[in-house]
T-cell receptor
Framework: GAVVSQHPSWVICKSGTSVKIECRSLDFQATTMFWYRQFPKQSLMLMATSNEGSKATYEQGVEKDKFLINHASLTLSTLTVTSAHPEDSSFYIC???????????????FGSGTQLSVL | AQTVTQSQPEMSVQEAETVTLSCTYDTSESDYYLFWYKQPPSRQMILVIRQEAYKQQNATENRFSVNFQKAAKSFSLKISDSQLGDAAMYFCAYRGLDTGTASKLTFGTGTRLQVTL
């Protein structure tokens, strides 16, 4: 099956610094990637939808200037948490639309997630 | 907006027994997908089963099956012959097919399943 690689798997940073998380589709072209955030023992909350070559669409309440998303190629999307603060500490997961023939056959493949801890 | 509700925060089942996890959803769309995802302690999201709303037949994947009631907007997951490896967080998810919602997954709050000996 299709593989989505997410890196790093965990990162610790100081408050005020920026952190970049990468999401790569290894064996397929992902026209759309999604970024989710998951707090402990809670569900996944969609942060933004990223389409290759265009600006990301952010969900209501998500600060676009804080969570910068770049989808420069069909295999790579990045999420940069700018000026991170302790409240940004969370588990971030990406997913990508896999190969298929239109929306009816599309599947979503998930990365393994990134645990961000901001001190 | 679409919402997905899982009313059972935690469930427990004995090994080899059967357990059913509940999920209801709200939507005004007529065509959509419903999913059950498993999230073990590794936190990797694993697709368990998928149901297309236009199909009346309930989806089945080995020991996993669903009871899809479109009119009632209910989508429960039945796990038969439960195994220790089934212990995980289970999320019900909805994906619409309209332009504004296509490919976007909306997750329920999850049900933590414990499997006991």
């Amino acid at each position: 099956g299709a593989v989505v690689s997410q890196h790093p798997s965990w990162v610790i940073c100081k408050s005020g610094t920026s952190v970049k998380i990468e999401c790569r589709s290894l064996d397929f072209q992902a026209t759309t990637m999604f970024w989710y955030r998951q707090f402990p023992k809670q569900s996944l909350m969609l942060m933004a939808t990223s389409n290759e070559g265009s600006k990301a669409t952010y969900e209501q309440g998500v600060e676009k200037d804080k969570f910068l998303i770049n989808h420069a190629s069909l295999t790579l999307s990045t999420l940069t948490v700018t000026s991170a603060h302790p409240e940004d500490s969370s588990f971030y997961i990406c997913s990508a639309s896999g190969p298929g023939q239109g929306a009816y056959n599309e599947k979503l493949f998930f990365g393994s997630g990134t645990q961000l801890s901001v001190l | 907006a679409q919402t997905v509700t899982q009313s059972q925060p935690e469930m427990s089942v004995q090994e080899a027994e059967t357990v059913t996890l509940s999920c209801t959803y709200d939507t005004s769309e007529s065509d959509y997908y419903l999913f059950w995802y498993k999230q073990p302690p590794s936190r990797q999201m694993i697709l368990v089963i998928r149901q297309e709303a236009y199909k009346q037949q309930n989806a089945t994947e080995n020991r996993f099956s669903v009871n899809f009631q479109k009119a009632a907007k209910s989508f429960s997951l039945k796990i038969s012959d439960s195994q220790l490896g089934d212990a995980a967080m289970y999320f019900c998810a909805y994906r619409g097919l309209d332009t504004g919602t296509a490919s976007k997954l909306t997750f329920g709050t999850g049900t933590r399943l414990q499997v006991t000996l």
